[in-house]
């Protein structure tokens, strides 16, 4: 079968397809999947450009969308021909995170889904929602499911509520499509994309090459209420104006680290306002379920930007590199 690998010491010209063995039939508890596509996410890129250490011959990318071919035994979920997608953390379930790393994360710690076919535990992957192309379905196992548990899951979102999103990438779009299906309003901080914000139902937008205090425009379009969530992908160079545009007692979901993987925390300015801090990482099957009934229940779909064949998925990653697109990258295996 067909797969993407990437060689050490990692780098996008290391990023190869080869041919690997059939993974064959499934076991007991296992399902054989015929991947049709999968999603780029800043994770995946921090994987195939060694900037995050993987073993030698990593086949990447934690997102994975298929056909079920064949069911083992003692398997009950599914059924021959149901359409799914994986899971960024096999192993949770339920309840709260029981690991802190990505030993256990396709593309990561374990193979990923840049490959035709793989057998895997059907507890690994979740029904994708009904009608879906596996483009569309492939781009919610990470970027998806982060901003639903970050509004709704940890952030208990509710209509009327005001919501805060940075830039243009895969969370950020589909958090402002969540906050907006729920009824509440939603301030976005971009560059020149602001237009399409607006089209897609942003209520506020602020062009942060223009405005440097960013999060006091936000603040004061409130009238200096705040926020009462904020979606932080940046990272360290973002978060003090986060803080600021967030109310009194708001909540920052710390999701991102596109400015860097550490910096100062303005800690007196989140201490005088009782804000909640909680980082966070993808979710677990039993949210990602949840995900897929509010999907189809909202009609909302994902906005892909582009798609790439796995041959070009070097090229798909320049793209993202690139910070040129809006919304997901897609790639058909």
């Not at 067909?2 to 064959?24: N, Q, S, T």
Request: aromatic residues 6%.
């Amino acid at each position: 079968m067909k797969a993407a690998i990437v060689e050490k010491p990692g780098g996008l010209d290391r990023l190869k397809i080869v041919d690997r063995p059939d993974p064959g039939p499934p076991g007991p508890g296992e399902i054989r999947v015929r991947i049709h596509a999968c999603s780029l996410n800043f994770h995946d890129y921090g994987v195939v450009s060694g900037r995050m250490p993987c073993d030698d011959g990593r086949i990447p990318m934690a997102d994975g969308a298929g056909v079920v071919e064949a069911v083992g035994e003692n398997v009950d979920e599914f059924s021959e021909g149901d359409r799914v997608i994986s899971c960024f953390f096999p192993l949770w379930e339920d309840g709260p995170p029981p690991l802190a790393d990505f030993s256990q994360t396709p593309g990561d710690g374990l193979d990923g889904y840049a490959r035709e076919y793989v057998v895997r535990p059907a507890r690994w992957f979740t029904r994708a929602p009904d009608g879906w192309s596996h483009e569309e379905a492939s781009t919610l196992t990470t970027a998806g499911l982060t901003a639903w548990r970050a509004l709704v899951v940890d952030g208990g979102l509710k209509a009327g509520d005001t919501v805060l999103t940075l830039g243009t990438g895969g969370v950020s779009i589909f958090a402002l499509q969540i906050a907006t299906a729920m009824g509440a309003r939603v301030s976005t901080v971009s560059d020149e994309k602001l237009e399409r914000l607006k089209q897609m139902g942003a209520s506020h937008v602020v062009n942060y090459k223009r405005e440097e205090s960013w999060g006091r425009a936000v603040l004061e379009h409130t009238g200096g209420r705040g926020v009462d969530h904020v979606v932080e992908v940046g990272g360290p160079k973002t978060l003090g104006q986060s803080i600021t545009a967030c109310k009194i007692g708001g909540h920052i979901a710390l999701i991102g680290v596109l400015t860097g993987a550490k910096g100062e925390v303005p800690t007196a300015a989140l201490m005088s306002k009782h804000q909640r801090l909680q980082g966070l990482i993808v979710g677990s099957r039993a949210m990602q379920i949840d995900f897929v009934r509010a999907l189809e229940t909202t009609g909302m779909r994902p906005i892909i930007d582009s798609t790439f064949t796995l041959d070009s998925l070097a090229d798909a990653f320049r793209h993202e590199d690139s910070g040129a697109h809006f919304g997901k990258i897609v790639v058909t295996v």
